[in-house]
């Protein structure tokens, strides 16, 4: 089985740029959420991806978007970069959106984005 | 809205000493779910245990224990007999199930395990 995955593992970018981040769902699992993890703090929903659809949101600007593919991978696109949006990216699959027993998060490795 | 607290930022202790890490949620949610990740330093959030509001048994893993009490609102995590292993950021996590919009995690700011040999 495998297990979560994403890419880049690092990026550096400067401020305005955009940038699209990737992740490939653990086997079976049909939704994908991404966090944003500040240095030193604990990840932060950005948004959840169900049936490639957005399936829940946190508090996150326009400028954050993503995409579900029919096979149930993700991208996480970022526009207009800003140094804020410097930390570590982590995508999250699960079996299902929510409640029951089926919707723990399992986690990739994550992707450290640098905006200079 | 729901909120997750670990008090302790850091904790340092001496390999085999026993370890306990807490943590305390706001919901207001009746049904919801907790959990506990392991972060080591290569960053991957690595998933320990998942309890459901409704289950206030304690559980027990190897060198793991957990103690949720819904009286209190904590959902406490206790190593026994450490090892420099088990050095990594713990977080806890809180679910509040959205059938309709999703299940989100809201975690808390991380306590830093340091075992030193």
């Known amino acids: 089985e495998t297990g979560v995955t994403q890419s880049p593992t690092h990026l550096i970018k400067t401020r305005g740029q955009q940038v699209t981040l990737r992740c490939s769902s653990q086997?079976?699992?049909?939704?994908v959420s991404w966090y944003q993890q500040a240095l030193g703090q604990g990840p932060q929903f950005i948004f959840q991806?169900?049936?490639?659809?957005?399936?829940g949101r946190g508090n996150f600007p326009p400028r954050f978007s993503g995409l579900q593919f029919p096979n149930y991978s993700s991208e996480l696109n970022v526009n207009a970069l800003e140094l804020d949006d410097s930390a570590l990216y982590l995508c999250?699959?699960?079996?299902?959106?929510?409640?029951?027993?089926?919707?723990?998060?399992?986690f990739g490795p994550g992707t450290r984005l640098t905006v200079l | 809205a729901q909120k997750v607290t670990q008090a302790q930022t850091e904790i340092s202790v001496v390999e085999k000493e026993d370890v306990t890490l807490d943590c305390v949620y706001e919901?207001?949610?009746?049904?919801?779910?907790l959990f506990w990740y392991k972060q080591p330093p290569s960053g991957e959030l690595v998933f320990l245990i998942r309890?459901?509001?409704?289950?206030?048994q304690n559980e027990i893993s190897g060198r793991y224990s957990w103690n949720f009490q819904k009286s209190t609102s904590s959902f406490n995590f206790t190593i026994t007999a450490s090892q420099v292993v088990d050095s990594a950021v713990y977080f806890c996590?809180?679910?509040?199930?959205?059938?309709?919009?999703?299940?989100?995690?809201?975690f808390g700011e991380g306590t830093q395990l340091t075992v030193n040999p």
């Open positions: 086997s079976g699992h049909n939704t």
């Open positions: 309890r459901n509001s409704f289950d206030e």
């Open positions: 919901t207001r949610d009746t049904t919801y779910y």
């Open positions: 991806y169900y049936r490639e659809e957005e399936n």
């Open positions: 999250a699959s699960s079996l299902e959106p929510g409640g029951g027993a089926t919707d723990t998060q399992y």
């Open positions: 996590a809180l679910s509040e199930a959205y059938e309709t919009s999703g299940s989100r995690l809201t």
